[in-house]
């Protein structure tokens, strides 16, 4: 964070300063209800109906309160904390997020999509980070309470920041736009998740939406040319940019004569029309749509495309992201277990039926959850894309990944199907199936420790 100086922040959100000092500087800014997380000089913004620690606070000191609680409320002396009284706390947080953000003039890309945001997002850090001082949201840890945190993280020294948008309902999207304000969104691809949150489909898309109407004046919007979804936004009243990348002709970042390579994919990109010979480590013509992606923001970030090209060909897949290992017995194991939802699904199928010819193919796919009052259809879609599929095995672990086994077999399946209600029952009874003729497909919800760990064991 810039540090800022109290009074600074006294006219910038008005208010009257009940105690303490102006002349020390904030380094830090949390919520309250965060506060275990409070370090010296952090600004804490208390609403008038919580509890507090005034003890905590004045130890971890010098801190300061900013919050709409009464006066009375707010007697006492806490030499290391001064406290700010304004009329209104939600005014005054938005005031500050703001006047933060809008200390600094520069790229700041956030990026929404049921698949391919993390990755996408560490494409574009990868690209930049040689030349460019990226600040970027962690791992896939997305969620809206992160937000405020990680706007904090832009100092200075940041050239370019690159932030995930996490999605569990309705209207999350919107509230982190406010706080980013970024230049430039994209949005990889919208399939089918979070349908608890949002409602339908529909409700799904329209939460993607969202990003769209976040954007900064004149800033850019990067979409997913090949996406059926895409097409349904409502992006008339956009006044910026749209850039379009994918397969179709009318992507201004296309991907022709995309393969197979050792270890990833060959792609020809076309843009300007000029034509460039670019590689994506990692399989799965998913990946060259990230990568596509990718490109698009740095080149309009002002990055020269044949150096942002170069870049991109040492770029390394997070861990459970398709990950390839040998595994028991001589197999191949693909861990894809860092998320779970039917168009993740797809895609990992894609990549078996062009890997995987004349090999033993074996599936283990676990419950795909937040689906809502869609779970029994989407689960029996995918059990109909295995049927249609040369599968060995088919093992299913959960009450709900059983709909993709009972589908798959009303489809005409041939595969071995073995049903399991969670994966502490599996134990060794796999083990035999398992030989180098084998390439084993691991798919379960991020949030199972039990998964995790098993496709651990099958590796090597």
């Keep these: 964070m810039k540090p800022i100086v109290v009074s600074e922040i006294r006219k910038v959100l008005g208010g009257t300063v009940i105690a303490g000092p102006v002349d020390w500087e904030v380094r830090d800014v949390i919520y309250y209800t965060r ?9 804490l913004f208390v609403g008038r109906t919580v509890e507090v620690d005034w003890f905590a606070i004045n130890k971890k000191g010098p801190s300061l309160v900013v919050t ?7 007697k006492g002396a806490y030499p290391n904390t001064t406290i700010l009284q304004v009329k209104s706390l939600v005014q005054s947080y938005w005031k500050f997020i703001n006047y933060y953000r809008n200390l600094f003039q520069l790229p700041v890309v956030t990026i929404t999509g049921t698949c391919g945001k993390t990755t996408t997002k560490d494409m574009i850090r990868h690209i930049l980070h040689p030349t460019w001082t990226v600040h970027a949201s962690a791992s896939s840890k997305n969620e809206p309470r992160r937000s405020l945190p990680y ?35 994209i949005i990889t691809t919208i399939g089918v998740h979070h349908l608890d949150g949002c409602g339908s489909v ?33 992006t008339h009243s ?47 013509e998913h990946q060259v749509s990230n990568a596509l992606a990718a490109l698009a923001a740095v080149h309009e970030m002002g990055m020269d495309i044949k150096s942002a090209i170069a870049r991109l060909k040492t770029f390394q897949n997070m861990d459970r992201h398709l990950e390839f290992s040998k595994g028991i017995n001589g ?46 259809k989407y689960h029996r879609e995918i059990g109909s894309m295995v049927a249609k599929r040369k599968i060995h095995t088919l093992v299913t672990i959960g009450k709900k990944a059983e ?24 134990g060794d009874k796999l083990d035999r199936m398992f030989d180098g003729q084998s390439i084993v497909l691991i798919k379960g919800p991020m949030s199972s420790r039990g998964m995790i760990e098993f496709a651990k064991r099958l590796k090597e």
């Design 403 to 426: 709909e993709i086994a009972r589908q798959a077999k009303r489809d005409g399946s041939t595969a071995n199907i073995k049903i399991f209600e969670n994966v502490n029952e599996i």
């Design 238 to 284: 956009f006044k910026g940019k749209i850039i379009y990348f994918g397969t179709a002709d009318k992507a201004d970042f296309k991907a022709t004569d995309i393969n197979y390579a050792e270890g990833g994919m060959d792609f020809t990109l076309h843009v300007n029309r000029k034509t460039y010979k670019g590689f994506i480590p990692g399989y799965g």
């Design 331 to 376: 197999s191949t194991i693909i861990d894809d277990t860092w998320t779970n939802n039917p168009t993740s699904v797809e895609a990992a199928l894609k990549v078996l039926d062009a890997i995987g010819r004349e090999k033993k193919i074996i599936l283990i796919l676990g419950d795909i959850n937040r689906l809502g009052d869609f779970e029994k």
């Design 151 to 185: 706007l904090m993280g832009i100092d200075d020294h940041t050239e370019a920041a690159v932030f995930e948008h996490g999605l569990g309902n309705s209207g999350n999207i919107k509230h982190q736009c406010m706080i980013y304000q970024p230049t430039i969104g």
């Design 202 to 234: 529909e409700g799904y898309i329209r939460a993607k939406e969202e990003i769209i109407g976040g954007i900064k004046e004149d800033g850019t919007l990067i979409l997913n040319a090949d996406d059926k979804n895409t097409e349904k936004l409502r």
């Design 35 to 43: 506060h275990e997380h409070a370090k010296r000089n952090t600004l």
């Design 68 to 74: 709409d609680k009464s006066r009375l409320e707010l």
